[in-house]
């Protein structure tokens, strides 16, 4: 019987293939929950969970509040913009209050990279991590695996390829660390500006044509180019981005029939993914948000067992 053991969840960087496994399998049981009539369960009664999202969201905070909910959790949302962060509070102070509060469980978003094992080392809850910066958006990635273990029954040995804006991307890197733990062949594109060779020295294929990395993949992941995060013109224009690496109806033919196309939201229709194939019957956009529930109620259950 495999026991969890971490108060955090960090970065999927941190965790071995038997823990990714327990998550995806506690998952699958919560999902069960969620297909019930009364989708609630009182596994987190009397725990207290503080969402502190300091970056923009709408599925991840959606999602965790709906999971948190359905563990029957006590939930505070603080949002950057009303709360005293504004008033220069540095976000350690803002966080030992939260604790102070009470609360068992942050999840939280942030810019910085790294800002969540800062606080963690500081903190006796747990930390959560809803994303930091280009770094690790370990529950995106996990619920992108469940996804696929969902429709292909396995990872191992699978062809995954990853298209776009791989450098800025916290959900690239999150996916590359749990895919390759798994033993799947990760792929990534994108324009060369936008990827890095250094990935080829943890076994990932690096390519910057859109044809070679598709082809043979079982699963087409496309990612958003996040000029959030950008300091510079990384390409020419977004048109000619589209045409050269956008999944459309052109581009379409290189993939196998049974691929499946993901994509981790906000898309940009019609930029790296046309509506038609975004809306297609290989998509399984709209089944990783329904699954990024289940995966979050697995992840709050375990750390908040370790306590
Ligand atoms: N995939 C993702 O993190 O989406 P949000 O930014 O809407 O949470």
Redesign the pocket.
């Known amino acids: 019987m495999f026991a969890w053991t971490k108060k955090d969840l960090l970065s999927l960087y941190d965790l071995s293939a038997e823990e990714i496994n327990h998550i995806l399998d506690t998952a699958a049981e919560f999902k069960k929950v969620s297909e019930r009539r009364v989708k609630k369960v009182p596994a987190l009664r009397g725990k207290t969970v503080v969402n502190f999202f300091v970056?923009?969201?709408?599925?991840?905070?959606?999602?965790f509040e709906l999971a948190e909910k359905r563990l029957s959790a006590d939930i505070i949302n603080i949002s950057a913009s009303t709360s005293s962060l504004t008033k220069g509070e540095t976000l350690l102070d803002t966080a030992k209050n939260i604790e102070a509060l009470q609360a068992d469980i942050i999840v939280m978003?942030h810019s910085a990279a790294g800002a969540h094992n800062f606080l963690s080392n500081k903190l006796k809850c747990s930390i959560v991590n809803?994303?930091d910066g280009a770094h690790s958006?370990p529950t995106?990635a996990l619920l992108d695996i469940f996804t696929i273990l969902e429709k292909k029954g396995s990872v191992e040995g699978l062809n995954v390829s990853i298209i776009g804006d791989i450098i800025h991307s916290r959900?690239a890197r999150s996916n590359i660390w749990g895919l390759l733990k798994l033993g799947a062949n990760v792929t990534i594109a994108g324009p060369s500006t936008l990827i890095s060779r250094e990935f080829e020295k943890i076994g990932v294929r690096v390519c910057d044509n859109f044809r070679e990395a598709v082809e043979n993949a079982d699963v087409v992941n496309l990612l958003r180019i996040q000029h959030e995060r950008q300091k510079a013109s990384y390409f020419p224009s977004i048109n000619e981005y589209a045409n050269i690496f956008g999944l459309n109806e052109n581009s379409v033919k290189y993939l196998n029939k049974d691929a499946l196309v993901m994509h981790?939201?906000?898309i940009n229709r019609g930029v790296e993914l046309a509506s038609s194939i975004a809306d297609g019957s290989q998509s399984v956009i709209l089944e990783q948000v329904t699954n990024g529930i289940a995966v979050r109620m697995a992840v709050l259950y375990l750390v908040a067992g370790a306590l």
């Open positions: 970056e923009p969201s709408t599925r991840t905070r959606a999602s978003r809803a994303g958006h995106q959900v981790p939201g906000p």
